[in-house]
T-cell receptor, first 114, second 116 residues
Framework: AQSVTQLGSHVSVSEGALVLLRCNYS??????LFWYVQYPNQGLQLLLK??????LVKGINGFEAEFKKSETSFHLTKPSAHMSDAAEYFC????????????FGKGTTLSVSS | DTGVSQDPRHKITKRGQNVTFRCDPI?????LYWYRQTLGQGPEFLTY????????KSRLLSDRFSAERPKGSFSTLEIQRTEQGDSAMYLC??????????????FGPGTRLTVL
């Protein structure tokens, strides 16, 4: 079985500051890991995914994440926050098996102040 | 590629009424998923179709819920005798069976259900 824990339900940063959103996973088999972003009253948009290739994954809008097996982590970072990054971010896990559901964390709300 | 679409975007109903939501996946995607998202939570899996076959159902999908995907194209999710606890955002996602986006799920905008 798989599970995801997102540490910190709310993160606040200043514009231009580093963004760090934490995600730890649990999986009995090699996982696939994803970060999604959700703006108010909208669906989820994929930021990036890890599927057992490079451990450092680059995504859209300047975000990246590093898969660390020893720490069972997949933290999301962005060097410089922009006001438009304010949204809810979800980490999710599944496995390399056709049609498996995504297991999501509870989400982290990112606020960006000017 | 027009993306995943869902209809309606918002639905307000009274307790005890039946509601039906529709999802149109990306045209070449043969896998379709339904999730439910309540306030302050991440989406939770409800059910999965491969083509027209419903292959997996979560224990969250009570007897009042039914989903179909006739002809392997669009899908419907029906909730009978709605309860206030059914109030949530219902999300649909689709994914291809191969290619670079294999195992990547593309989400629609969701249908927000409010049960009064």
């Amino acid at each position: 079985a798989q599970s995801v824990t997102q540490l910190g339900s709310h993160v606040s940063v200043s514009e231009g500051a580093l963004v760090l959103l934490r995600c730890n996973y649990s999986s009995s088999v090699p996982p696939y890991l994803f970060w999604y972003v959700q703006y108010p009253n909208q669906g989820l948009q994929l930021l990036l995914k890890y599927t057992s290739a490079a451990t450092l994954v680059k995504g859209i809008n300047g975000f990246e994440a590093e898969f660390k097996k020893s720490e069972t982590s997949f933290h999301l970072t962005k060097p410089s926050a922009h006001m438009s990054d304010a949204a809810e971010y979800f980490c999710a896990v599944n496995i390399n098996q056709a049609g498996t559901a995504l297991i999501f964390g509870k989400g982290t709300t990112l606020s960006v102040s000017s | 590629d027009t993306g995943v679409s869902q209809d309606p975007r918002h639905k307000i109903t009274k307790r005890g009424q039946n509601v039906t939501f529709r999802c149109d996946p990306i045209s070449e995607h043969n896998r379709l998923y339904w999730y439910r998202q309540t306030l302050g939570q991440g989406p939770e899996f409800l059910t999965y179709f491969q083509n027209e076959a419903q292959l997996e159902k979560s224990r969250l999908l009570s007897d009042r819920f039914s989903a179909e995907r006739p002809k392997g194209s669009f899908s419907t999710l029906e909730i009978q005798r709605t309860e206030q606890g059914d109030s949530a955002m219902y999300l649909c996602a689709s994914s291809p069976s191969g290619g670079r986006a294999y195992n990547e799920q593309f989400f629609g905008p969701g249908t927000r259900l409010t049960v009064l």
